[in-house]
C-alpha cells in the first residue's frame, strides 16, 4: 500500500523558512516523479513543484519559482521542499503526490494528508 | 500555461440522480502520438486529499464506483455520476498534467437537493 506522510509544517514569520519532508512507502520510489500541490484554505488546489523520478529535472510554478526548491533523497525515500522567503499568500496545506510514471506526463495517484504551513507575524 | 475552467462552480442534485461536470481546457491536452487526453478528475471530501477518480479523462481508477464516467477529448471533457449517492457530496476538480504548469480547474462543489 502506497503512503506518503509529510511534516515540516507549522507557523512561520513572514521572511522565513520552512523545510517540508515526505516520507515515501509502498512503491519504488525512485521510479515515479513526485509533486508537492498546496491549497490555501478554503481555496482550491494549486500545483507548486514536481520532480522526476531520479531527481534530474525539476519543475516550479511561477509563484514559487526562485523561492521554493523541490529535491529528493532515494537513500531515505523521502521527498523535500525548501521554502525560503515566505510570505503570508503561502499560508495552505501542503500535499504531496505520486505520479503514475516516472515523468511528469501522468495524474497523481496517491496523495498524502497534508501539512499545514501558516505564514504569520 | 493552460487554463482549466470547470463549469458549473456549484451544483446541487437530488439523490439518485444524475449529475454532470464540466471542464474546459484553454488549449488541447490530447497528445496525438498516444492518442492520449492528458486529463484527470479527483475528487475531495472536507478535511480529506483528494483522491484520483478518472484518468486519461476516461479511466475509471480501481475501487472507483462505476457511476463515475469521464468522457471528452482535446479541451472538453466531463465527469458524470449517474445516480448521485450522499458520499458524492464533495467537490470535483480537473487537472491537465500535459504540460508544465500542471492546472487545476477551480472546482465544482457538488451537493444534494
Known amino acids: 500500500e502506497v503512503q506518503l506522510l509529510e511534516s515540516g509544517g507549522g507557523l512561520v514569520q513572514p521572511g522565513g523558512s520552512l523545510r517540508l519532508s515526505c516520507a515515501a512507502s509502498?512503491?519504488?520510489?525512485?521510479?515515479?516523479?513526485m509533486s508537492w500541490v498546496r491549497q490555501a484554505p478554503g481555496k482550491g488546489l494549486e500545483w507548486v513543484s514536481a520532480i522526476s523520478g531520479g531527481g534530474g529535472s525539476t519543475y516550479y510554478a511561477d509563484s514559487v519559482k526562485g523561492q521554493f526548491i523541490i529535491s529528493r533523497d532515494s537513500s531515505k525515500n523521502t521527498l523535500y521542499l525548501q521554502m525560503n522567503s515566505l510570505r503570508a499568500e503561502d499560508t495552505a496545506v501542503y500535499f504531496c503526490?505520486?505520479?503514475?510514471?516516472?515523468?511528469?506526463?501522468?495524474?497523481?495517484?496517491?496523495w498524502g494528508q497534508g501539512t499545514l504551513v501558516t505564514v504569520s507575524s | 500555461d493552460i487554463v482549466m475552467t470547470q463549469s458549473p462552480d456549484s451544483l446541487a442534485v437530488s439523490l439518485g440522480e444524475r449529475a454532470t461536470i464540466n471542464c474546459k481546457s484553454s488549449q488541447s491536452v490530447l497528445y496525438s502520438s498516444n492518442n492520449n487526453n492528458y486529463l484527470a478528475w479527483y475528487q475531495q471530501k472536507p478535511g480529506q486529499p483528494p483522491k484520483l477518480l478518472i484518468s486519461w479523462a476516461s479511466t475509471r481508477e480501481s475501487g472507483v464506483p462505476d457511476r463515475f464516467s469521464g468522457s471528452g477529448s482535446g479541451t472538453d471533457f466531463t465527469l458524470t455520476i449517474s445516480s448521485l449517492q450522499a458520499e458524492d457530496v464533495a467537490v470535483y476538480y480537473c487537472q491537465q498534467h500535459y504540460h508544465v504548469p500542471i492546472t487545476f480547474g477551480q472546482g465544482t462543489r457538488l451537493e444534494i437537493k
Open positions: 509502498g512503491f519504488t520510489f525512485n521510479s515515479y516523479a
Open positions: 503526490a505520486k505520479a503514475g510514471a516516472y515523468s511528469t506526463g501522468a495524474p497523481f495517484d496517491s
